[in-house]
């Protein structure tokens, strides 16, 4: 098994092993020098990925099917996806924090591609988890929660979007509106589950509604687990004045001031409206762009800001 694959390199890695190979009966020199010839680092991680039988997504750029193990209904518009992986044994292949893309063709034929992050955890075996909203005009959205279990979506990936150490912040605060709490959720669930990673979190979470907050149970249930950690407050556009739980209104600057520092590293994720309000959009996925908004306001630039 590993054999073969090691005799079908990937296109990439073929090319650079025959152009060597045509150098070597141009220039005996060089010929002589590359009997200790090896091979590019990049052919090593290409390599050592597409023979990986331990993960589910390799990074490799390949569309892998997955079949929707489990449906839960969690509330009138959201669902939780469990995705099986064709051994169980094997894991994600995630790392904290990383999204992976779906896939769904529709029927005229246009391929409708969406980043998730799964909120299971990243080690866990056999599956992953995706907590998804329907929207009324979302494409996605509306064809996932149309399936039924059995039926299978293609996923590739991970995309890694920030590489977590333990410990490289003493505490960072994070700034999540509707959706965007699960790549924040991955962060919260990885750094609390470790016991060695000592990091405290500040969450600040905003939502139209009491029904529109993702993870509440779990964001709930590890506030309670690790009360000197991790704190959420939760913001809602809308609530009646007897819920003691959550805030009226808008995320503040007054709110942000006296937790974000320069030492704290801030991450954002949220629709496009959230990010402008906070940090500023993002100029493309590769790059971040200038930090603006309440957060720019309140003194921080690109090195302390990161917007999923
Ligand atoms: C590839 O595998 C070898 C042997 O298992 C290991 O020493 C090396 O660190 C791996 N390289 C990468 C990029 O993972
Ligand atoms: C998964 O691991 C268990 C324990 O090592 C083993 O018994 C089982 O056969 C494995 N499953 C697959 C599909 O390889
Ligand atoms: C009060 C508050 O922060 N509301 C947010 C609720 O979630 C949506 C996204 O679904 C945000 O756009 C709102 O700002």
């Not at 509330?75 to 995705?83: C, I």
């Not at 709110?255 to 309000?277: I, Q, R, T, W, Y």
């Amino acid at each position: 098994m590993l054999k073969s694959k090691y005799l079908f390199p990937t296109l990439a890695s073929a090319v650079v092993v025959s152009a060597a190979g045509v150098y070597l009966y141009q220039n005996k020199e060089v010929a002589n020098s590359l009997k200790s010839f090896k091979l590019p680092t990049f052919y090593k991680t290409v390599a050592n990925e597409s023979t990986d039988n331990t993960k589910a997504l390799l990074g490799d750029g390949n569309w892998v099917d997955l079949k929707l193990s489990k449906i839960e209904q969690l509330s009138h518009d959201t669902k939780r996806f469990t995705f099986a992986f064709d051994d169980e044994n094997k894991t994600s292949g995630l790392k904290v924090a990383s999204c992976i893309l779906a896939k769904y063709v529709t029927p005229k034929g246009s391929n409708v591609i969406r980043p998730y992050t799964p909120t299971s955890d990243i080690d866990e075996k056999g599956s992953f988890d995706l907590v998804i909203k329907r929207y009324p005009d979302g494409k996605f959205g509306t064809h996932i929660h149309s399936l039924k279990e059995g039926d299978t979506v293609a996923f590739k990936g991970p995309i890694l979007k920030w590489d977590w150490t333990p410990n490289a912040y003493k505490e960072v605060v994070l700034i999540g509106g509707g959706t965007g709490i699960t790549p924040l959720y991955q962060i919260i669930h990885q750094v609390t589950k470790n016991p060695e990673d000592k990091t405290k979190i500040k969450l600040f979470y905003g939502n139209k509604t009491e029904e529109d907050i993702l993870l509440k149970k779990e964001l709930d249930s590890i506030a309670a687990k690790y009360p000197g950690q991790f704190e959420v407050k939760y913001y809602l556009d809308s609530i009646d004045e007897s819920k003691k739980d959550f805030k009226k209104g808008f995320i503040t600057k007054e709110d942000l001031s006296s937790v974000v520092k320069k030492e704290n590293h801030v991450f954002v994720c949220g629709p496009p409206p959230f990010m402008k309000a906070f940090s500023g959009p993002k100029k493309s996925p590769s790059d971040q762009g200038e930090v603006t908004g309440v957060l720019s306001e309140l003194g921080l630039t690109k090195d302390e800001v990161f917007k999923f």
